[in-house]
């Protein structure tokens, strides 16, 4: 077997659309950017009705008019020759013998005048052929990105590249993406929030990477798809090798290793798809326990104020003032595990989501004795037991309860409760803030003189609410979550090192970075693009929901 | 304003007693003290010499007890040990003599022993702290007015292409944590992958002579963290002020933009950011963290994760110590700058 290239056949003919696109974007979008401190009209509607006033940046033209756009336009220029121009002018003076200073000068001179040039001329175009240019090289991107997975599932092994495979084994995930986007562009008009989303280009670029991770891994954890090998396996032979490196002579299995192979033979791609799932387990889970804390703090500390709020915000900020990995590094060592601290904290932390949805339905269902104990038994008793059997660990200090279903691993267990411990102070001051905001609010106080009790008013009128701004900070929460997973993986704490999570691949490989580049770049980019999403998620959810 | 500063300053002590009383307390835990015994004295110790051996040092006492000593508000404790020495904590445990002071706590100004770096505790906060306050420096440089320029350019005409371009890169900044960024960093610049060699991939040269090579790609990575927030701030600031009346009567009257934004819109837009700002040292040392271990820079945050990986207490408690007074010294410097800042609430 021969090594895989990264793109293959299917490469070399999609592959110069792509660099010309890309060329095309980023020269539009500096040149829009130049194109901002040129001359445009802006409309300013004042008491008497729209006037249309020039927009322009000074008087007269201005020093800075030119020379930021110069500047700007003359590194873009630097940037593309270094990579393009064989020799480049600074090396082709040095070969001339010019000293250093000189040399320097020069080129300096070179490239502000030719950006000068450039950006005079641009500033000149129309602002309309930007946004032509911008929009249209963005779906000729994107366009080519797509026709490449789509024909790639088509081209035989190995054709398409290491790109091209990998597409290949994204295909659950790309079929899932499809009908994900489809359904719900069809029916967005019935999904409220959910479905406006599809109205915004950057809401949608994120729900779209957020979902791919999602899917992923579902498709790896469930149903063991998408990954080529073992993440814990080792194949003696392929220590660091680099991507596209093809499997020894007579392993079974998948013929090549995507991504190359990791300091200890593994094979990063599988590691890097397993540790999605990893993440998709801890970080949503984690931040709703901490918002079930915060919203359950934070409520009645808000509504009632005086020295239960005192109390409880001195408690969040001493929690805030600590720097988190010192925190971490306190409370997550095996040494602090085998205190059974982590267990208490658990003990203190999983009891909240019982006591919210105890209080929310007995608030709701009071005069309704009947009905009420009915839901509440539903509710209460299953996630009753669910609490025990998670806090009751055989082993740990806390066993007492016969009826134990299963035991978390005790990595995990230690990972989430600092994880949520961390976060729900963060989400108690802003449920708290939102409180106060909305209990001055004429419905508060239409419910208080109905003689409705305090938690009903919290619950049922102040919480949803709140719900606008709580969805987007859900959303950034798990980004920032995941972030916090990863920085425990990256300093070695509380997952075993074997784990393939993204921060302890991270770590792994960073120890021979500078040697190997190859195996830490992956899960970087892995997790990059998942906080990302959620991120450009957040943002679009709170510019749609700023519309209503 | 007296008050108010006072109070504060009050709460803050209150929260610095309990936070540091929380690291002791953890730190101070059995399996914790046990470790410490067996990496002090001999690995293979047995359970009983474990319990003499820290029996002898005083580890076996109360908690508060101990903590009243490191504080200095307790007489240091003096023990005549099982192997018949005697031991005084205010003589680094050897025996005590005449001249031996009867209170050595923080009060004292004896911030106690390092185990690992054996060393005192305060001249290794000393250097590496100075080693950090150099990074910082640089990262303030290079953060602050970035971000600053992003967001005001950003936020100077909403909804523009710049502003929807410049919001996707701080988006971008933001979800970028330290060690993403530090690795593709060092894996782009530092490394032959991609043909870019232009940076170190360590700063350890860094420590006795700043160079441009060396210090780059740490800067950058602690700086685009934090940047993308704060210029998100800054942007939101912005375009409030670019919308009030005061600018749209400018603006009729026919002021240029370049005097609009710079005379009238920027001060005020600038009141939010410097809290945002104040507020991000506590961010900044998560930061430092991540970038001194990642690029073997010998600050304080590669002490912190010495010192927290071998249970060094007293050093532990130092490093926690200053990081506490940091944190909570920025957050009394922003909200009192934010009422100096303000002229509404300065003048009322």
């Given at each position: 077997?021969?090594?895989?290239?990264?793109?293959?056949?299917?490469?070399?003919?999609?592959?110069?659309?792509?660099?010309?696109?890309?060329?095309?974007?980023?020269?539009?979008?500096?040149?829009?950017?130049?194109?901002?401190?040129?001359?445009?009209?802006?409309?300013?509607?004042?008491?008497?009705?729209?006037?249309?006033?020039?927009?322009?940046?000074?008087?007269?033209?201005?020093?800075?008019?030119?020379?930021?756009?110069?500047?700007?336009v003359?590194?873009?220029?630097?940037?593309?020759?270094?990579?393009?121009?064989?020799?480049?002018?600074?090396?082709?003076?040095?070969?001339?013998?010019?000293?250093?200073?000189?040399?320097?000068?020069?080129?300096?001179?070179?490239?502000?005048?030719?950006?000068?040039?450039?950006?005079?001329?641009?500033?000149?175009?129309?602002?309309?052929?930007?946004?032509?240019?911008i929009?249209?090289?963005?779906?000729?991107?994107?366009?080519?990105i797509?026709?490449?997975?789509?024909?790639?599932?088509?081209?035989?092994?190995?054709?398409?590249?290491?790109?091209?495979?990998?597409?290949?084994?994204?295909?659950?995930?790309?079929?899932?993406?499809?009908?994900?986007?489809?359904?719900?562009?069809?029916?967005?008009?019935?999904?409220?929030?959910y479905?406006?989303?599809?109205?915004?280009?950057?809401?949608?670029?994120?729900?779209?990477?957020?979902?791919?991770?999602?899917?992923?891994?579902?498709?790896?954890?469930?149903?063991?798809?998408?990954?080529?090998?073992?993440?814990?396996?080792?194949?003696?032979?392929?220590?660091?090798?680099?991507?596209?490196?093809?499997?020894?002579?007579?392993?079974?299995?998948?013929?090549?290793?995507?991504?190359?192979?990791?300091?200890?033979?593994?094979?990063?791609?599988?590691?890097?798809?397993?540790?999605?799932?990893?993440?998709?387990?801890?970080?949503?889970?984690?931040?709703?326990?901490?918002?079930?804390?915060?919203?359950?703090?934070?409520?009645?500390?808000?509504?009632?104020?005086?020295?239960?709020?005192?109390?409880?915000?001195?408690?969040?900020?001493?929690i805030?003032a600590?720097?988190?990995?010192?925190?971490?590094y306190?409370?997550?060592?095996?040494?602090?595990?085998?205190?059974?601290?982590?267990?208490?904290?658990?003990?203190?932390?999983?009891?909240?989501?019982?006591v919210?949805?105890g209080?929310?339905?007995?608030?709701?269902?009071?005069?309704?004795?009947?009905?009420?104990?009915?839901?509440?038994?539903?509710?209460?008793v299953?996630?009753?037991?669910?609490?025990?059997?998670?806090?009751?660990?055989?082993?740990?200090?806390?066993?007492?309860?016969?009826?134990?279903?299963?035991?978390?691993?005790?990595?995990i267990?230690?990972v989430?409760?600092?994880?949520?411990?961390?976060?729900?102070?963060?989400?108690f001051?802003?449920?708290?803030?939102?409180?106060?905001d909305?209990?001055?609010?004429?419905?508060?106080?239409?419910?208080q003189?109905?003689?409705?009790?305090?938690?009903?008013?919290?619950?049922?009128?102040?919480?949803?609410n709140?719900?606008?701004p709580?969805?987007?900070?859900?959303?950034?929460?798990?980004?920032?979550?995941?972030?916090?997973?990863?920085?425990?993986?990256?300093?070695?704490?509380?997952?075993?090192?074997?784990?393939?999570?993204?921060?302890?691949?991270?770590n792994?490989?960073?120890k021979?970075?500078?040697?190997?580049?190859?195996?830490?770049?992956?899960?970087?980019?892995?997790?990059?693009?998942?906080?990302?999403?959620?991120?450009?998620?957040?943002?679009?959810?709170?510019?749609?929901?700023?519309?209503? | 304003?007296?008050?108010?500063?006072?109070?504060?300053?009050?709460?803050?002590?209150?929260?610095?007693?309990?936070l540091?009383?929380?690291?002791?307390?953890?730190?101070?835990?059995?399996?914790?003290?046990?470790?410490?015994?067996?990496?002090?004295?001999n690995?293979?110790?047995?359970?009983?010499?474990?319990?003499?051996?820290?029996?002898?040092?005083?580890?076996?006492?109360?908690v508060?007890?101990?903590?009243?000593?490191?504080?200095?508000?307790?007489?240091?404790?003096?023990?005549?040990?099982?192997?018949?020495?005697?031991?005084?904590?205010?003589?680094?445990?050897?025996?005590?003599?005449?001249?031996?002071?009867?209170?050595?706590?923080?009060?004292?100004?004896?911030?106690?022993?390092?185990?690992?770096?054996?060393?005192?505790?305060?001249?290794?906060?000393?250097?590496?702290?100075?080693?950090?306050?150099?990074?910082?420096?640089?990262?303030?440089?290079?953060?602050?007015?970035?971000?600053?320029?992003?967001?005001?350019?950003?936020?100077?005409?909403?909804?523009?292409?710049?502003?929807?371009?410049?919001?996707?890169?701080?988006?971008?900044?933001?979800?970028?944590?330290?060690?993403?960024?530090?690795?593709?960093?060092?894996?782009?610049?530092?490394?032959a992958?991609?043909n870019?060699?232009?940076?170190?991939?360590?700063?350890?040269?860094?420590?006795?002579?700043?160079?441009?090579?060396?210090?780059?790609?740490?800067?950058?990575?602690?700086?685009?963290?934090?940047?993308?927030?704060?210029?998100?701030?800054?942007?939101?600031?912005?375009?409030?002020?670019?919308?009030?009346?005061?600018?749209?009567?400018?603006?009729?009257?026919?002021?240029?933009?370049?005097?609009?934004?710079?005379?009238?819109?920027?001060?005020?837009?600038?009141?939010?950011?410097?809290?945002?700002i104040?507020?991000?040292?506590?961010?900044?040392?998560?930061?430092?963290?991540?970038?001194?271990?990642?690029?073997?820079?010998?600050?304080?945050?590669?002490?912190?994760?010495?010192?927290?990986?071998?249970?060094?207490?007293?050093?532990?408690?130092?490093?926690?110590?200053?990081?506490?007074?940091?944190?909570?010294?920025?957050?009394?410097?922003?909200?009192?700058?934010?009422?100096?800042l303000?002229?509404?609430?300065?003048?009322?």
């Amino acid at each position: 077997m021969e090594a895989l290239t990264w793109t293959g056949s299917l490469g070399s003919t999609l592959g110069p659309v792509m660099i010309i696109a890309v060329a095309v974007f980023v020269l539009a979008v500096v040149g829009n950017f130049v194109a901002a401190f040129a001359t445009s009209t802006q409309q300013v509607t004042a008491a008497g009705g729209a006037v249309v006033v020039p927009w322009r940046w000074s008087d007269k033209t201005s020093f800075f008019e030119l020379a930021i756009p110069a500047i700007a336009v003359g590194l873009v220029l630097y940037a593309l020759e270094a990579f393009t121009a064989d020799p480049t002018l600074s090396a082709w003076l040095a070969e001339l013998g010019l000293p250093g200073w000189l040399n320097t000068t020069i080129t300096a001179l070179v490239f502000l005048l030719m950006g000068g040039f450039f950006a005079y001329l641009l500033q000149r175009a129309p602002a309309a052929l930007f946004e032509w240019l911008i929009r249209w090289s963005f779906i000729v991107i994107v366009g080519v990105i797509v026709a490449f997975i789509f024909f790639s599932q088509f081209a035989g092994y190995g054709n398409a590249g290491i790109v091209g495979e990998m597409a290949k084994q994204f295909l659950p995930v790309w079929l899932a993406l499809i009908l994900t986007f489809t359904l719900s562009i069809i029916f967005k008009r019935r999904l409220g929030l959910y479905g406006k989303l599809f109205d915004s280009v950057i809401g949608m670029i994120g729900f779209g990477l957020v979902m791919f991770w999602v899917f992923t891994a579902v498709f790896v954890g469930i149903f063991d798809l998408v990954g080529t090998h073992d993440p814990l396996a080792q194949i003696s032979g392929l220590k660091n090798q680099p991507p596209g490196v093809p499997m020894p002579e007579g392993e079974a299995g998948f013929a090549h290793y995507l991504l190359g192979g990791d300091n200890l033979a593994r094979d990063i791609f599988s590691r890097m798809v397993e540790g999605s799932v990893i993440v998709m387990m801890i970080a949503p889970l984690a931040t709703l326990f901490a918002f079930m804390v915060g919203i359950t703090l934070g409520l009645p500390a808000g509504y009632y104020g005086g020295r239960l709020d005192t109390f409880l915000s001195f408690l969040a900020n001493l929690i805030l003032a600590f720097p988190v990995i010192l925190l971490f590094y306190l409370l997550v060592t095996p040494e602090i595990i085998a205190t059974g601290l982590p267990n208490y904290m658990a003990m203190v932390l999983f009891i909240f989501p019982l006591v919210f949805f105890g209080v929310l339905i007995h608030s709701r269902y009071r005069n309704q004795p009947s009905k009420d104990y009915l839901i509440l038994a539903i509710v209460l008793v299953p996630l009753l037991m669910l609490y025990l059997s998670v806090i009751n660990q055989q082993g740990s200090p806390i066993d007492f309860w016969p009826l134990d279903f299963f035991d978390i691993p005790g990595g995990i267990l230690v990972v989430f409760v600092s994880v949520v411990f961390v976060n729900s102070p963060t989400v108690f001051r802003i449920v708290r803030g939102l409180a106060l905001d909305i209990k001055t609010r004429d419905y508060v106080a239409a419910a208080q003189t109905r003689g409705e009790r305090p938690w009903y008013i919290m619950l049922w009128e102040i919480l949803p609410n709140a719900r606008g701004p709580l969805i987007v900070d859900f959303c950034l929460r798990i980004g920032y979550t995941t972030i916090l997973l990863g920085t425990l993986g990256f300093f070695g704490l509380g997952l075993p090192p074997e784990s393939p999570d993204w921060g302890s691949t991270i770590n792994e490989g960073r120890k021979l970075l500078l040697i190997y580049a190859h195996p830490a770049l992956p899960p970087a980019i892995a997790l990059l693009s998942l906080v990302l999403g959620l991120n450009l998620l957040a943002d679009g959810l709170r510019e749609e929901s700023l519309k209503d | 304003m007296g008050l108010f500063i006072l109070r504060r300053l009050g709460v803050m002590l209150l929260t610095a007693l309990c936070l540091t009383f929380i690291v002791f307390w953890l730190t101070n835990l059995q399996p914790n003290l046990e470790k410490l015994a067996k990496t002090q004295g001999n690995a293979r110790m047995s359970d009983e010499a474990v319990e003499t051996w820290l029996g002898n040092r005083g580890y076996t006492r109360n908690v508060f007890v101990k903590y009243g000593e490191w504080l200095g508000v307790l007489p240091g404790y003096v023990i005549e040990g099982t192997d018949g020495e005697t031991r005084g904590r205010c003589a680094n445990n050897s025996t005590i003599t005449e001249d031996t002071a009867t209170f050595c706590g923080v009060l004292q100004g004896d911030w106690g022993y390092s185990t690992v770096f054996r060393d005192e505790v305060s001249s290794i906060l000393g250097e590496r702290g100075w080693q950090t306050a150099k990074l910082m420096f640089f990262v303030m440089l290079v953060m602050v007015p970035g971000a600053l320029i992003i967001g005001v350019l950003a936020g100077m005409k909403e909804g523009s292409r710049t502003d929807r371009s410049l919001s996707t890169v701080s988006i971008l900044s933001t979800a970028t944590p330290e060690y993403v960024s530090g690795v593709v960093f060092i894996a782009v610049f530092a490394t032959a992958t991609f043909n870019m060699q232009w940076f170190k991939g360590t700063a350890t040269s860094a420590m006795d002579n700043i160079t441009f090579e060396n210090f780059t790609l740490p800067v950058l990575t602690v700086a685009l963290y934090g940047m993308g927030y704060i210029a998100r701030m800054t942007r939101a600031s912005m375009t409030e002020v670019m919308t009030a009346q005061y600018i749209r009567t400018a603006r009729l009257k026919g002021v240029s933009f370049r005097n609009i934004v710079l005379r009238h819109a920027l001060r005020n837009a600038l009141i939010a950011p410097f809290t945002v700002i104040m507020l991000q040292f506590p961010w900044l040392l998560n930061g430092v963290v991540i970038v001194e271990t990642l690029f073997n820079y010998k600050g304080f945050g590669w002490t912190l994760v010495q010192a927290a990986g071998n249970n060094d207490i007293e050093m532990l408690l130092g490093v926690s110590v200053v990081s506490v007074f940091v944190v909570l010294a920025t957050q009394l410097i922003s909200d009192i700058g934010y009422v100096f800042l303000n002229p509404r609430i300065r003048i009322s």
